[in-house]
């Protein structure tokens, strides 16, 4: 019976290259990739970094399990109905294909809040089909879009956390004991994981998505 070599499959590197049956979420990508380059160091890691990432040092991983899906339709779907509304239309009732870029920020569900948070940008681009009517609506239907996010993984240190958690939060009697605890281990995690070891990087989530239907605008 001939077998094959499952990890030259992958490029010895199942966890960001490769997930065949989509049964391993974002977060376990992201949080594992994290946790294996807490054993590496800080030199190795940055030799890794310049051999691995591309031209902006970011790292691609895949949703193979399109948990993000539906964020990402509403961050296409919010580009197109902006783009659609500042465009000059000349004719009435014709559907036209238009074409579009654009980079936006954008705060990502609560399910995800571990990994992801604000993005840095997202960049998309992509088509949709427009019509303008003789009474000032405007009407938008499928539309396709590719979306990248771009984010980093990395903990917020103490002086972040200070600043977002206790300034900007309305003091320190806000803060519960449970929260203060999760603090104070990001704040660790900052200072050994990041700082100490390198273990932080950056990386981007591309994902192709598309709805139908029509909404008027």
Do not use: P
Request: hydrophobic share 35%; proline share 0%.
């Amino acid at each position: 019976m001939e077998t094959e070599n499952v990890y030259s499959f992958c490029g010895n590197d199942s966890i960001t290259i490769v997930d065949v049956y989509g049964r391993v979420g974002i977060n376990t990508k992201l949080l594992s990739y994290y946790m294996s380059r807490l054993g590496n160091g800080r030199v190795i890691n940055g030799i890794i970094d310049i051999l691995s990432s591309d031209s902006e040092g970011y790292y691609s991983f895949t949703d193979s399990e399109d948990e993000l899906k539906s964020d990402f339709v509403a961050i296409a779907k919010n580009a197109v109905i902006h783009d659609a509304v500042d465009i000059t239309i000349d004719e009435f009732n014709v559907w036209t294909t238009r074409s579009f870029s654009t980079t936006k920020s954008w705060q990502i569900s609560e399910k995800f809040r571990v990994t992801l948070n604000s993005s840095s940008r997202v960049e998309l681009s992509g088509t949709y089909k427009v019509k303008q009517c003789e009474d000032g609506r405007r009407f938008v239907k499928d539309a396709t879009c590719d979306v990248v996010w771009y984010d980093e993984m990395d903990a917020n240190s103490f002086r972040e956390l200070y600043y977002k958690e206790v300034i900007g939060g309305g003091g320190w009697e806000k803060v519960s004991s449970s929260r203060a605890i999760i603090l104070i281990t990001e704040g660790l995690v900052d200072l050994v994981g990041d700082k100490t070891l390198g273990a932080d990087f950056k990386f981007k989530i591309s994902k192709s998505v598309r709805y139908g239907g029509c909404c008027e605008e």
